[in-house]
């Protein structure tokens, strides 16, 4: 290969379905190295199978690239390059020229045969492919004489043009991630090229534009390492084996258990979302949650996904999308599949949470707050970050911290039981005293101020905080009660002790 090729990578996803985590992994790895080589990052769509086609599935990849931050530089939603379309279906007639040139060369030749005449050759032996072994039986013209292959095109007989796969040919090729990889054609089929509506399948139409498009590097899941030596053949069939790009297959991204690959339906089922952002099904309705609204940061993900079937090297793992950058080289990929780890996922979420100011965080919060607690001042939002972030995994976990927007709602008949005799001994007007001295001033000095009223009343410190902590929070649990007064301030502290006494 040319040494100062341009590298130039692509993300090629069928818009059969909302993007899986897997594929963003893969749409990554590509932005990666796009990057580090100052490349190009193309997304091409690959829809000629337009039976498998859902609605809004290509939107949802655009708008998954985009909130992840790895958005491409070229290709469907992200900008033009010279190319009229990036989406395979608008591309369809450029394809046939390639398809004939492997005629007229003897790599493919064309197939008659009817859905029946298909059927009848599975019917005699289950296991029966279109290949060397059955081809010379069955219609096409390879078995058709000249004339009648002529004469059934000029009449319009429907057809599929097919790849001449050689009998016993060892095909080898390099793959960055696994070496050489060795295939005999024994194992291959006659693959269709050219669909009878004149769409091609996915093998030619994906090496004729990684070919047009100038692709130097394939970089893919593992799922299609099977269609890697088709394509081999196809470089070398349509004489462009010079400029065939540098293959990586990426290993599989696996269940936590390890047992089998990651799916589309295990998201939820195990607990965890499989889609970077909430999917509708457009058939059934089925709601499929997503990184985004369970409150994950596009950048904790980023990391965690880099992670998962690659690493640096070292103990460092918080790395931002310019590290990554910097760091990722194919040869670090790990070649086994790499398990998910959801606990992992909330961590990283968790560690970019903690590095966010208070500020950002209130930012990023704020509509989560908004609707649920009501509208509070971005300042507001931002002093609860600073008392809470440190036990946030998740956006979301805002929610949790209701007392600290709103009064408690009502006293639980357990907890007023605890606090029952220091409510009884300590008259509500003595601590509405203590509270009003105490406006103004920071939570060490409430502290203080709190331990000087224990000791004047003679009461433990302990009791008069659960007092506390059960008037103001409702709950046996949250952040240290001064902290907490010197947030929510000294008049709604007071008017919090208030209802609690009236219970
Ligand atoms: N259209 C294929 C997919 O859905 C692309 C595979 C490739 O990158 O060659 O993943």
């Known amino acids: 290969m040319n040494l100062n090729r341009r590298v130039r990578v692509r993300f090629a996803p069928s818009p059969t379905g909302p993007l899986h985590i897997g594929g963003v992994r893969t749409a990554l790895y590509n932005y990666l190295f796009a990057k580090k080589h100052q490349g190009d990052f193309i ?30 530089n070229e290709g469907v939603g992200f900008g033009d390059g ?40 599975r019917t005699a032996n289950a296991n029966a492919k279109y290949d060397y072994t059955t081809r010379g039986k069955l219609n096409n013209a390879l078995t058709l004489s000249a004339d009648e292959v002529a004469m059934k095109l000029a009449k319009k007989v429907p057809y599929v043009i097919r790849l ?40 030619l139409a994906n090496v004729c534009d990684d070919y047009v498009m100038n692709i130097s590097h394939v970089i893919r899941g593992e ?113 086994g599949g790499a398990k998910f780890d959801a606990e992992k996922a909330k961590w990283f ?28 001042s971005s300042a507001y939002i931002a002093a609860v970050c600073a008392l809470v972030k440190d036990r946030m995994f998740l956006l979301n976990d805002i929610l949790n911290y209701r007392y600290l927007f709103q ?28 509270l009003q001295s105490m406006a103004g001033n920071n939570s060490l000095e409430i502290e203080k101020l709190f331990q000087d009223f224990a000791a004047e009343k003679s009461i433990k410190m302990g009791d008069l905080m659960k007092f506390l902590r059960v008037s103001l929070v409702g709950e046996l649990s949250g952040p240290a009660i001064p902290d907490l007064i010197a947030l929510i301030g000294i ?11 009236i219970q």
């Open 349 to 376: 979420n968790h560690e970019y949470l903690k590095s966010k100011s208070n500020e950002e965080l209130s930012i990023l919060v704020k509509s989560l707050v908004d609707e649920h607690f009501g509208p509070f």
């Open 491 to 501: 008049e709604n502290a007071i008017e919090r002790i208030k209802n609690c006494y």
């Open 164 to 203: 001449n796969i050689p009998a016993n040919e060892e095909i080898t090729f390099h793959d960055e991630i696994r070496g050489n990889v060795t295939v005999n054609t024994l194992e291959m089929d006659d693959k269709v090229l050219l669909k009878s509506d004149g769409m091609p399948t996915y093998h």
């Open 82 to 121: 010279e190319f009229s379309s990036y989406r395979q279906s608008e591309r369809k007639d450029s394809y046939r020229q390639y398809a004939e040139k492997l005629i007229t060369n003897g790599y493919a030749y064309y197939a008659f045969d009817t859905e029946e005449e298909l059927a009848q050759l």
């Open 407 to 434: 009064n408690p709602a009502s006293y639980d008949e357990v907890n007023l039981g605890k606090i029952k005799s220091i409510k009884e001994g300590l008259p509500f007007a003595d601590l509405n005293l203590a």
């Open 223 to 335: 799922e299609w390492l099977p269609s890697a030596p088709i394509h081999v053949l196809l470089y070398r069939y349509l004489g462009w084996e010079e400029v065939m790009p540098k293959f990586a297959h990426l290993p599989l991204l696996l269940k936590p258990d390890g047992n089998g690959k990651l799916s589309k339906r295990d998201g939820d089922r195990l607990g965890f979302p499989v889609f970077p952002l909430q999917w509708t099904d457009p058939n059934t309705n089925e709601v499929s949650s997503g990184y985004k609204q369970n409150g994950y940061l596009p950048e904790a993900l980023v990391n965690m996904l880099a992670f998962l079937g690659w690493n640096p090297g070292g103990t460092k793992e918080i790395y931002s999308l310019e590290e990554l950058i910097g760091a990722f080289t194919l040869d670090r990929i790990s070649h």
């Open 43 to 72: 997304l091409r769509i690959e829809d000629t199978d337009q039976n498998r086609l859902v609605p809004g599935a290509e939107q949802y990849i655009i708008d998954a690239l985009q909130w992840v931050g790895i958005g491409p």
